[in-house]
């Protein structure tokens, strides 16, 4: 009796099997390997841009470049608020009138100018001009009312500078 537990013909054929399986893995580590290093050529001409720099630091510049730009947006919008701030207690609105105060002078001498902010604060200011006289009024405004009466001159200058006001873009 002989003491091989395997039947010599069934080792031949599992040393064979082992040899085709070996074969056929050391075919497909070697493709792996072939294409794992075409895959590392790709990833490196993707990672790189036409100048040679590194796709990593571009965008490590541009996310820093995009921080800044948001801080510097920002402290645009804080400079717009303190603008739109002032912008109401801005004197922008203008209006003039011209006209003849009198009979006897003529060519729209005399005129009355109104200028004001949005709250109506300001000033109207009139020139009367007549033959042998030229006189200047200054009405104060508080809040669209005047001080003082006004004639219908200043109310229509005060009516033109709020219309010029508004076509001014902001309001």
């Known amino acids: 009796m002989s003491t091989t537990w395997l039947d010599p013909n069934l080792a031949a054929?599992?040393?064979v099997g082992a040899g085709v399986i070996s074969v056929g893995l050391l075919v497909v580590?070697?493709?792996?390997s072939l294409q794992l290093r075409k895959m590392r050529q790709q990833w490196t001409a993707l990672?790189?841009?036409s100048r040679g720099e590194s796709l990593e630091d571009l965008l490590e510049r541009h996310f820093q470049e995009r921080a800044a730009l948001r801080l510097e947006v920002n402290d645009h919008?804080?400079?717009?608020?303190?603008?739109e701030k002032?912008?109401?207690?801005a004197k922008r609105h203008l209006g003039i009138v011209k006209y003849d105060a009198f009979d006897e002078v003529s060519g729209g001498q005399s005129f009355s100018v109104s200028l004001y902010d949005?709250?109506?604060?300001?000033v109207v200011l009139s020139s009367v001009v007549g033959r042998s006289l030229a006189r200047l009024y200054a009405k104060g405004l508080i809040s669209g009312e005047a001080v003082t009466p006004l004639s219908d001159e200043e109310h229509a200058a005060m009516r033109e500078g709020w219309s010029s006001g508004k076509k001014g873009g902001v309001s």
Not at 77 to 83: N, P, S
Not at 118 to 122: M, T
Request: aromatic share 0%; proline share 0%.
């Open 13 to 15: 054929a599992v040393t």
């Open 29 to 32: 580590v070697v493709s792996q």
């Open 47 to 49: 990672m790189q841009d």
């Open 77 to 83: 919008h804080l400079r717009v608020d303190a603008l």
């Open 86 to 89: 002032k912008m109401k207690t």
């Open 118 to 122: 949005d709250d109506g604060n300001g």
